[in-house]
């Protein structure tokens, strides 16, 4: 049981450059989400899918996109990446959004430098 | 301001003591509260959740507390390990489950 798998485990880009960090679920859970945790920060919602098929802004969306592939599968988008996007980016996922006493399963992160 | 700060920033105990964690929120209304362990270069793993009526929760060697009044909580970690060295995130939810996040306690175990 893998749980939450996010790819890739590290990357450098370019400013400028775009890429996509890849997330997939194996629990069968209806929500999704993208956070950033930044040195001296709590984690910040980037974007979330409450379910499949749909998409809301969190609390730091500007300069990303998401994708909801299917129930298993979303998708962060860099169109053009700056060096504020530099962090540690974390995909989680909870059964049933916003449902009271969830645990939240977290993938083991993504470590992205923006130079 | 954050709604969930959490103190000290950091923490340094040998191998075997006692610590206490601690996080006070302004998170208004409160729905659950959870702590959360980060191994270094992972992602965070649950420890306990709690919701407005529990006021304590053990975990093995973990045992949060919860003041809603006062709006605090607390991680109590007893006769720690070596394998405790982590940050320890604070998590408060409130009335909608919208989730908040403190900036976590990073606490080394020195043998």
């Known amino acids: 049981n893998a749980g939450v798998t996010q790819t890739p485990k590290f990357q450098v880009l370019k400013t400028g450059q775009s890429m996509t960090l890849q997330c997939a679920q194996d629990m069968n859970h209806n929500s999704m989400y993208w956070y950033r945790q930044d040195p001296g920060m709590g984690l910040r919602l980037i974007y979330y899918s409450a379910s499949e098929g749909t998409t809301d802004k969190g609390e730091v969306p500007n300069g990303y996109n998401v994708s909801r592939l299917n129930k298993r599968e979303f998708s962060l988008r860099l169109e053009s990446a700056a060096p504020s996007q530099t962090s540690v980016y974390f995909c989680?996922?909870?059964?049933?959004?916003?449902?009271?006493?969830?645990?939240?399963?977290f993938g083991e992160g993504s470590w992205l430098t923006v130079v | 301001k954050n709604q969930v700060e959490q103190s000290p920033q950091s923490l340094i105990i040998l191998e075997g003591k006692n610590c206490t964690l601690q996080c006070n929120y302004t998170v208004s209304p409160f729905s659950n509260l959870r702590w959360y362990k980060q191994d270094t270069g992972r992602g965070p793993v649950s420890l306990t959740i709690m919701t407005f009526s529990e006021n304590t929760k053990s975990n093995g060697r973990y045992t949060a507390t919860l003041d809603a009044d006062t709006k605090q909580s607390s991680l109590h970690i007893t006769a720690s390990q070596l394998s405790d060295s982590a940050s320890y995130i604070c998590?408060?939810?409130?009335?909608?489950?919208?989730?908040?996040f403190g900036a976590g306690t990073r606490l080394t175990v020195k043998p």
């Open positions: 998590v408060v939810s409130g009335g909608n489950n919208d989730m908040r």
């Open positions: 989680a996922s909870v059964p049933l959004h916003r449902s009271s006493g969830n645990t939240i399963y």
